[in-house]
């Protein structure tokens, strides 16, 4: 066998897995990426249904990957609904979405002192509701 006919079937062999590789690579991205879909489903409507529990939820990160990137958030004390984009967010992607809650208040409720909860109400993959301006308290530090 020349050095050429050689060539010709490693680099073919090394392409094929290669090929076989990122194919592989993409399934799985799609699986995990499947995964987090189903997960934050479940947590989006657990919390529309039953109101929680939030613990445990899945991460931003999963949240985001998964393409349900709104967060609707309700204020406990005006009611007022919004919807908060997850990917402006600036915290680690592997934070657990129920520790937003905390970081989350409506402005028009808020004063120096005090800020009333805001409750977490589902996941949606798009702004569903007006922007409206809250306060997510990173965005402070
Ligand atoms: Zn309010």
Redesign the pocket.
């Given at each position: 066998m020349g050095t050429k006919s050689r060539e010709v079937i490693w680099s073919g062999r090394i392409m094929g897995a290669k090929i076989h590789a990122q194919g592989a690579r993409e399934r799985a991205e799609a699986a995990v990426r499947e995964a987090d879909r189903a997960e934050a489903e479940a947590w989006s409507v657990l919390m529309e249904g039953y109101g929680g529990p939030a613990q445990p939820s899945p991460t931003i990160g999963q949240c985001l990957n998964s393409g349900l990137a709104w967060l609707e958030v309700e204020?406990a004390?005006?009611k007022?609904r919004a919807s908060l984009p997850l990917n402006a967010i600036r915290r680690c992607k592997d934070t657990p979405l129920w520790k937003q809650e905390a970081s989350v208040k409506?402005r028009?409720?808020r004063t120096s002192r005090y800020a009333?909860p805001a409750r977490m109400i589902k996941l949606t993959e798009t702004r569903q509701i007006t922007p409206y301006k809250w306060v997510h308290t990173s965005e402070e530090l």
């Open positions: 204020c004390r005006c007022i409506c028009s409720c009333p």
